[in-house]
């Protein structure tokens, strides 16, 4: 039987999950010293492929990753930033190559030199072969001011200090896009961390009760933000623009008329794997687990393939903390009440969220002609059925009313 885990344990499980270079959520910006020098070459090309001619940009890649060949070979002693923005690379690379020239233009295959390179970088995280909502939003940004060889987590102050790293269509809506997004996994991430400094404290060998409510109504502002950023998505960015340009490259290979993709040299079969997906989002999940929410769909745990291993294990040891977590707030009224606030940020969030749905898919898919994505998310759900039934099923993890 397991031994029941220290505070000091605890303490560091958290700390590896939320803090440095090797942590799951590293909100560190991306410097070149993190990739080797072929790499560099490649994250230029999944940067300048935008600017392309899209009849070019099959050719381009192909060429480049066979030319780059052996010297691509990534180290185990590897840091795991250096595995996580080489997949990040690739798996641009690898959506660019199968949509750029679109639905008609989708190939039955991808080459040995991307396909070989796409599996291996994946493998060495623990994620799907395919671009995920880890790759644009968490991985894809860099800072304006970024200390040269800094490991520090780092939160962006302002606007101007985010940028974007790759975009597929080079539009200033898709930089946008990302930016918000991005905007959101801050949020949420600081909203968990507030969350894991309250989990922390209910192991306290003292009455730490102020404390936690503090950490609670930290995490009720910090939830709000998520929602202020979501909003925030029409500043920049042309719902038609992002609907007609932009999604179709968030795609995966599960859709109707193209049910699956083979990577030529390691599969022998079509491979068929979701497209990125805001339920990708390890952030939102570390926060809804540790929160208590439980989802009928499966699709929600299926997602977590999209995530990297370390995150997947990081969200476990949250799930294995959450009853503990919630029997500890239910007994002090005032905690429970902080709580519970915390769910209803979360549900204004997903609200949120539906209305950009509206905005963004559901109200361009009823002008423009019909394609393989209008009836479904990218991650290939019905998308309001789904938004709809997970916000009320969060809505359901409050604690109950204390009997009278």
Request: glycine fraction near 6%; charged fraction near 20%.
């Amino acid at each position: 039987m397991n031994q029941p885990l220290t505070m000091a344990d605890l303490v560091a499980v958290l700390k590896r999950g939320l803090d440095g270079e090797d942590s799951v959520f590293p909100w560190i910006p991306f410097q070149p010293h993190y990739l080797p020098a072929p790499w560099l070459e490649l994250h230029e090309l999944a940067v300048a492929l935008c600017h392309m001619p899209t009849t070019e940009r099959r050719r381009a890649i192909e060429t480049t990753c066979s030319r780059l060949g052996p010297s691509l070979n990534i180290e185990e002693s590897a840091t795991h930033l250096t595995k996580l923005h080489c997949y990040r690379v690739v798996s641009f690379l690898l959506n660019t190559y199968v949509w750029c020239e679109g639905e008609t233009g989708f190939p039955e295959s991808v080459p040995i030199s991307l396909g070989s390179l796409v599996l291996s970088r994946s493998e060495a995280i623990g994620i799907s072969p395919i671009t995920t909502h880890f790759t644009v939003d968490v991985l894809n940004w860099t800072m304006a001011d970024a200390t040269p060889h800094s490991s520090d987590v780092s939160y962006p102050q302002h606007d101007e200090d985010i940028q974007i790293l790759h975009t597929f269509t080079g539009t200033k809506d898709e930089e946008w896009f990302f930016h918000a997004t991005i905007l959101v996994e801050i949020a949420g991430h600081k909203a968990l961390r507030c969350l894991c400094d309250a989990l922390l404290l209910t192991h306290a060998d003292s009455d730490e009760t102020d404390e936690i409510a503090r950490h609670l109504d930290n995490a009720c502002v910090y939830v709000g933000e998520m929602t202020l950023a979501i909003n925030r998505m029409g500043e920049h960015c042309s719902p038609d623009v992002f609907y007609q340009q932009v999604r179709p490259y968030l795609a995966g290979w599960t859709l109707p008329t193209h049910q699956g993709l083979k990577y030529e040299g390691a599969t022998s079969t079509n491979k068929e794997f979701s497209g990125a997906s805001a339920a990708q989002s390890a952030i939102i999940a570390s926060l809804t687990t540790l929160i208590g929410e439980h989802h009928a769909d499966g699709f929600l745990a299926r997602m977590k393939q999209y995530m990297p291993a370390t995150a997947r294990e990081f969200i476990a040891f949250l799930a294995t903390k959450s009853v503990g977590f919630r029997t500890f707030l239910s007994a002090q009224e005032q905690l429970k009440e902080r709580f519970n606030t915390v769910i209803a940020k979360l549900k204004e969030f997903r609200s949120s969220h539906i209305s950009a749905v509206t905005r963004y898919i559901s109200i361009p898919a009823s002008k423009h002609s019909k394609t393989s994505l209008s009836d479904q998310g990218t991650g290939g759900t019905n998308l309001m059925v789904f938004l709809k039934q997970t916000r009320q099923e969060g809505e359901e993890a409050a604690l109950p009313a204390t009997d009278s």
